[in-house]
Protein backbone atom coordinates (compact mmCIF):
# COMPACT_ATOMS: atom_id res chain seq x y z
CA UNK A 1 0.00 0.00 0.00
CA UNK A 2 0.64 3.25 -0.03
CA UNK A 3 2.48 4.86 2.87
CA UNK A 4 5.05 7.46 4.15
CA UNK A 5 8.21 7.01 6.45
CA UNK A 6 9.93 10.33 8.21
CA UNK A 7 12.65 10.67 10.35
CA UNK A 8 11.71 10.07 14.07
CA UNK A 9 11.89 13.38 16.22
CA UNK A 10 13.07 15.18 18.00
CA UNK A 11 14.90 17.59 15.99
CA UNK A 12 16.72 19.78 18.20
CA UNK A 13 19.00 22.89 16.79
CA UNK A 14 20.20 26.19 17.37
CA UNK A 15 19.10 29.02 15.85
CA UNK A 16 20.49 29.95 12.11
CA UNK A 17 21.50 25.90 11.63
CA UNK A 18 21.00 23.84 8.53
CA UNK A 19 17.95 21.72 9.15
CA UNK A 20 17.43 18.57 6.72
CA UNK A 21 13.81 16.43 7.88
CA UNK A 22 13.65 12.91 6.29
CA UNK A 23 11.25 12.15 4.09
CA UNK A 24 10.72 8.38 1.83
CA UNK A 25 7.37 7.27 0.53
CA UNK A 26 6.15 4.00 -0.98
CA UNK A 27 3.50 4.30 -3.59
CA UNK A 28 1.96 2.46 -6.49
CA UNK A 29 2.24 4.65 -9.44
CA UNK A 30 3.07 8.74 -9.09
CA UNK A 31 2.04 10.53 -5.78
CA UNK A 32 1.96 14.33 -5.57
CA UNK A 33 4.22 15.07 -2.68
CA UNK A 34 3.52 17.45 0.71
CA UNK A 35 4.91 18.60 3.70
CA UNK A 36 2.75 20.13 6.05
CA UNK A 37 3.40 22.16 9.51
CA UNK A 38 1.61 21.87 12.56
CA UNK A 39 2.33 25.02 15.49
CA UNK A 40 1.00 23.99 18.72
CA UNK A 41 -2.36 24.57 19.55
CA UNK A 42 -3.46 24.80 15.18
CA UNK A 43 -4.61 22.66 12.52
CA UNK A 44 -2.32 21.64 9.66
CA UNK A 45 -0.80 24.03 7.47
CA UNK A 46 0.29 23.55 4.18
CA UNK A 47 4.09 24.22 3.64
CA UNK A 48 5.01 23.08 -0.09
CA UNK A 49 4.37 20.80 -2.55
CA UNK A 50 5.90 19.29 -5.44
CA UNK A 51 3.75 17.04 -8.18
CA UNK A 52 6.27 15.59 -10.20
CA UNK A 53 9.74 14.17 -10.36
CA UNK A 54 12.40 17.04 -10.18
CA UNK A 55 10.25 19.30 -9.23
CA UNK A 56 10.94 21.51 -6.56
CA UNK A 57 8.84 23.00 -4.06
CA UNK A 58 9.86 26.13 -1.79
CA UNK A 59 8.12 28.62 0.96
CA UNK A 60 9.22 30.83 4.22
CA UNK A 61 12.99 29.20 2.98
CA UNK A 62 12.06 25.94 3.55
CA UNK A 63 12.23 23.61 0.25
CA UNK A 64 11.79 19.92 -0.89
CA UNK A 65 12.89 17.80 -4.00
CA UNK A 66 10.54 15.30 -5.22
CA UNK A 67 12.96 12.11 -6.16
CA UNK A 68 11.53 9.56 -7.99
CA UNK A 69 15.25 7.28 -8.05
CA UNK A 70 14.86 7.48 -3.89
CA UNK A 71 11.33 7.90 -3.48
CA UNK A 72 12.53 10.73 -1.36
CA UNK A 73 10.77 14.32 -0.37
CA UNK A 74 13.46 15.80 1.74
CA UNK A 75 13.20 19.16 3.95
CA UNK A 76 15.80 21.59 4.15
CA UNK A 77 16.10 25.18 5.36
CA UNK A 78 19.67 26.89 5.72
CA UNK A 79 18.67 28.71 8.49
CA UNK A 80 16.07 28.01 11.15
CA UNK A 81 14.46 30.36 13.28
CA UNK A 82 12.83 29.73 16.62
CA UNK A 83 9.66 30.75 15.14
CA UNK A 84 10.19 27.57 13.16
CA UNK A 85 9.66 24.95 16.12
CA UNK A 86 6.55 23.29 15.26
CA UNK A 87 5.59 19.34 14.35
CA UNK A 88 6.37 18.79 10.58
CA UNK A 89 3.97 16.08 8.28
CA UNK A 90 5.42 14.93 4.90
CA UNK A 91 2.27 13.41 2.77
CA UNK A 92 1.20 12.36 -0.20
CA UNK A 93 -1.68 12.40 -2.45
CA UNK A 94 -2.85 9.48 -4.76
CA UNK A 95 -5.71 9.15 -7.10
CA UNK A 96 -7.91 6.70 -6.80
CA UNK A 97 -11.14 6.43 -8.42
CA UNK A 98 -11.31 9.93 -9.10
CA UNK A 99 -11.11 11.17 -5.77
CA UNK A 100 -8.17 11.75 -3.19
CA UNK A 101 -6.66 11.85 0.43
CA UNK A 102 -3.65 13.01 2.18
CA UNK A 103 -1.78 10.05 3.54
CA UNK A 104 0.99 11.28 6.34
CA UNK A 105 4.06 10.19 7.71
CA UNK A 106 4.41 10.13 11.60
CA UNK A 107 5.38 13.73 12.00
CA UNK A 108 8.99 14.56 13.28
CA UNK A 109 9.14 17.50 15.93
CA UNK A 110 11.77 20.50 15.67
CA UNK A 111 12.85 22.32 18.47
CA UNK A 112 15.16 25.79 18.04
CA UNK A 113 17.04 27.36 20.67
CA UNK A 114 18.32 30.32 20.69
CA UNK B 1 -12.49 35.02 4.58
CA UNK B 2 -13.05 32.41 7.64
CA UNK B 3 -11.23 29.67 7.46
CA UNK B 4 -12.10 26.34 8.13
CA UNK B 5 -13.86 26.48 11.68
CA UNK B 6 -14.23 23.64 14.14
CA UNK B 7 -16.80 22.88 16.82
CA UNK B 8 -16.42 22.06 19.87
CA UNK B 9 -12.79 22.74 20.76
CA UNK B 10 -12.59 20.08 23.55
CA UNK B 11 -14.60 17.55 24.32
CA UNK B 12 -14.55 15.09 27.19
CA UNK B 13 -17.18 11.67 26.96
CA UNK B 14 -17.21 8.28 28.35
CA UNK B 15 -16.74 4.91 26.93
CA UNK B 16 -20.34 3.74 25.20
CA UNK B 17 -21.02 6.85 24.46
CA UNK B 18 -22.55 8.79 21.51
CA UNK B 19 -20.42 12.39 20.38
CA UNK B 20 -21.10 14.58 16.95
CA UNK B 21 -18.21 16.87 15.87
CA UNK B 22 -18.78 19.59 13.61
CA UNK B 23 -17.27 21.65 10.48
CA UNK B 24 -17.61 24.34 8.54
CA UNK B 25 -15.39 24.32 5.14
CA UNK B 26 -13.60 27.41 3.97
CA UNK B 27 -15.62 30.17 1.86
CA UNK B 28 -16.09 28.52 -1.55
CA UNK B 29 -15.24 24.91 -0.99
CA UNK B 30 -17.40 21.94 -1.32
CA UNK B 31 -15.37 18.91 -0.22
CA UNK B 32 -15.04 17.82 3.49
CA UNK B 33 -12.52 15.72 4.39
CA UNK B 34 -11.94 13.93 7.86
CA UNK B 35 -8.96 13.10 9.75
CA UNK B 36 -8.23 11.35 13.22
CA UNK B 37 -4.90 12.15 14.44
CA UNK B 38 -3.81 10.20 18.02
CA UNK B 39 -1.15 11.71 20.24
CA UNK B 40 2.25 11.82 18.78
CA UNK B 41 1.03 10.43 15.24
CA UNK B 42 0.29 11.87 12.13
CA UNK B 43 -3.53 12.23 10.71
CA UNK B 44 -4.96 9.28 8.93
CA UNK B 45 -8.05 9.59 6.53
CA UNK B 46 -11.77 9.21 7.72
CA UNK B 47 -13.80 9.73 4.95
CA UNK B 48 -14.61 12.57 2.34
CA UNK B 49 -17.98 14.07 1.33
CA UNK B 50 -19.09 15.94 -1.86
CA UNK B 51 -22.30 16.89 -3.17
CA UNK B 52 -23.54 15.66 0.30
CA UNK B 53 -22.56 11.50 0.14
CA UNK B 54 -19.24 10.48 1.22
CA UNK B 55 -16.73 9.34 -1.43
CA UNK B 56 -14.45 7.66 -0.01
CA UNK B 57 -13.49 6.07 3.12
CA UNK B 58 -10.08 4.94 5.41
CA UNK B 59 -9.98 1.85 7.44
CA UNK B 60 -12.54 3.10 10.35
CA UNK B 61 -15.50 1.14 11.69
CA UNK B 62 -18.83 1.79 11.24
CA UNK B 63 -19.16 3.54 14.25
CA UNK B 64 -17.65 6.09 12.33
CA UNK B 65 -20.60 8.38 10.04
CA UNK B 66 -21.07 11.56 8.94
CA UNK B 67 -22.93 14.26 7.26
CA UNK B 68 -22.57 16.71 4.79
CA UNK B 69 -25.50 19.50 4.34
CA UNK B 70 -26.77 21.37 1.54
CA UNK B 71 -24.38 24.56 2.84
CA UNK B 72 -21.29 21.80 2.58
CA UNK B 73 -21.02 22.19 6.14
CA UNK B 74 -20.30 18.70 7.37
CA UNK B 75 -20.99 16.22 10.84
CA UNK B 76 -18.60 13.76 11.95
CA UNK B 77 -20.52 11.21 14.25
CA UNK B 78 -19.06 8.43 16.48
CA UNK B 79 -20.75 6.12 18.45
CA UNK B 80 -20.24 3.48 21.38
CA UNK B 81 -16.87 5.38 22.04
CA UNK B 82 -13.87 3.26 23.08
CA UNK B 83 -10.82 4.76 25.01
CA UNK B 84 -8.79 4.38 21.89
CA UNK B 85 -10.79 7.19 19.95
CA UNK B 86 -9.42 9.67 22.23
CA UNK B 87 -7.47 11.76 19.76
CA UNK B 88 -7.38 15.36 17.72
CA UNK B 89 -9.85 15.45 14.93
CA UNK B 90 -9.27 17.38 11.80
CA UNK B 91 -11.53 18.86 9.12
CA UNK B 92 -10.09 19.91 6.01
CA UNK B 93 -11.94 21.30 3.32
CA UNK B 94 -10.99 21.65 -1.25
CA UNK B 95 -12.95 22.87 -4.01
CA UNK B 96 -13.78 19.87 -6.16
CA UNK B 97 -12.54 16.14 -5.34
CA UNK B 98 -9.35 14.86 -7.07
CA UNK B 99 -8.61 17.44 -10.08
CA UNK B 100 -5.67 19.88 -10.16
CA UNK B 101 -5.09 17.91 -6.49
CA UNK B 102 -6.67 20.93 -5.03
CA UNK B 103 -5.03 22.03 -1.69
CA UNK B 104 -6.89 20.92 1.65
CA UNK B 105 -7.35 23.55 4.09
CA UNK B 106 -7.79 22.35 7.70
CA UNK B 107 -9.50 23.61 10.96
CA UNK B 108 -7.94 23.93 14.03
CA UNK B 109 -9.61 20.33 15.37
CA UNK B 110 -11.85 19.13 18.21
CA UNK B 111 -9.71 17.36 20.75
CA UNK B 112 -11.61 14.28 21.99
CA UNK B 113 -11.04 12.57 25.38
CA UNK B 114 -12.81 9.03 26.00
CA UNK B 115 -12.79 8.39 29.49
Known amino acids: GNSVTQMEGPVTLSEEAFLTINCTYT??????LFWYVQYPGEGLQLLLKATKADDKGSNKGFEATYRKETTSFHLEKGSVQVSDSAVYFC?????????????FGAGTRLAVHP | DAGVTQSPTHLIKTRGQQVTLRCSPK?????VSWYQQALGQGPQFIFQYYEEEERQRGNFPDRFSGHQFPNYSSELNVNALLLGDSALYLCASSLGLAGGMNEQFFGPGTRLTVL
Open chain 1, 27 to 32: ATGYPS
Open chain 1, 91 to 103: ALVMLSGGYNKLI
Open chain 2, 27 to 31: SGHDT
